[in-house]
């Protein structure tokens, strides 16, 4: 059934060793309270922490280390949310390869000034009026630029895929794996690497409630299309369908998809705040706001925080948001 | 110099080895914003992702482990502005120790909440009304505990130095290291450790500049005393002296000390959250506010993070006093 995927284990195998020493090897934090309110022993992946603020690093350097020479002189572009294009910049930066990306003009500003850092030029795009492919595909056109997607991608997905491998080594002993589904490269990437390591692991897409593209497509068993752009605070997730190699993959490894709310998002921001101390972007956070809505055997379960960009404003926003502010809070 | 201070480089080491496989590896962190900033390369250590939420857990586990059966039968008591307090209950739970704390009044809710989590009794005191360091001894006497201090012993500062150990394990190459210094134990394990590693190396300690008494002692050359509690939001560092152990040590092993405002705390905090994705208590920020005073030769400087314990109520408030926010902050 795997053997004609666009994705296998040794592709992510091959990501990790040319991500060796390049990439952070990001913590596996674990918290009683969080062990308490899931009733099982949960370990947290803390992809927030890894450099450029996101997994994204790990697939798009692999995706710029693979380039032959003529390529990565051109450059390369690539349209994103916002931590695609940080992570690209970076590799970018890292590799001597020029970055072009293409950014919807409402992404947070926090995830544009990363990438401007990195040194990458940014083309802004429209989420409503533009096809944010159409711009990409034209600047690669004018400019020989390789596209490097941000998720439907073998070697993006090879190195997304990474992050389970590490997560595995660490504490071999998770009998699920919980990740945020946007595209769904993330989710591809775990569910061949960890099933490869370990066949009855258990891998569970989450995504925003109001951007369930990826659910409605394993109800159904085709790829579905949102009518229009998701409606939800985790704006690295807002895709009306899912990118079709990830979709290849997770049509027939994912072993379920849950869906949160925006208030649990920002429940789970809160949680990785005070517990966790780390900052959890709102798409970084679904995978953990699965957990209040986990019905699951028993087992240690594995989560992704999956990035770290958002700002402090836009963080205290969110928490005043939130109803029924925890006692803990208040000092 | 060093042959009868109350700290070897080997008792670290021991410490090390009880540590190891119980305290979390805590990553060292980087952004190139923080290098531009300071003008080189800047590597965060970042105790606050230690178990319990800080430093502290290292030493509290070190000083326990050491116990004779009989002691950790009986248990212990130790006095603590939150962290330390956490720390010790965190171990007691490991090792099988009853363990009891004596904390400020007006300690952050969040600290003593995490003690109590991990099982300690909980005894409160009067900051300004009551001797800590008499009520401790009273339970200690009442109760036949074993006294743990904060920093004022050698197993607490031997485990403390592991950080350092860890360090320059992960960055050999660290001219610097800024450390937050209260009590002084954290500091005096650092130079101890550090500068066994390496003795070129520079060891900086950093005070509140309302909470100096450390600063004010090297200046002098004895054991100043400050007449009333400072007024400062980093709660950790309200000592009005130095504990007199890690006082020998630092006394003629720190290289500098540098003061800070709440302010630049403040700003750190930001800069923790913002560029690091790491939440930073005010305690625990100040070696990273310390880097905008540095008037050091080039070189990398590491800067240790001491802890967490800050909650989202308390963050926000500090945030919103900030004067001219960030404009990365808007979104």
Redesign the interface.
Known sequence: MTGRLPLIAADVFDAQRRLQGIA?I??A?SH??LDDSAGRSVVVKVE??QRA?SFKFRGAYNALAVLDPVARRRGVVGASSGNHAQALALAGQLLGVPVTVVVPHDA???KI?GAR??GARIVTYHRERDDRDQVTAALADEHGYAVVPSANSPHVMAGAGTVALELLCQVPHLTAVLVPVGGGGLAAGTAVAAKHVNPRIRIIGVEPEAGADTAMSLRTGTLAELPSVPDTIADGLRHTSPAPLPWEINRVMLDDIVTVTDTQVIRAM?TA??H????AEPSGAVALAALERLDLDPGAVGVVISG?SV??????RF?TDLPN?K?????
């Not at 966790?276 to 900052?279: A, T």
């Not at 006692?327 to 000092?331: A, G, I």
């Open positions: 952070a990001t913590p934090l009683p309270e927030a922490l603020g947070p500003k926090g000034d850092t990195y809160a705040f005070q966790l101390k780390v900052v770290g700002g402090i404003g836009s963080f205290h928490m502010q006692e803990s809070d208040r000092v």
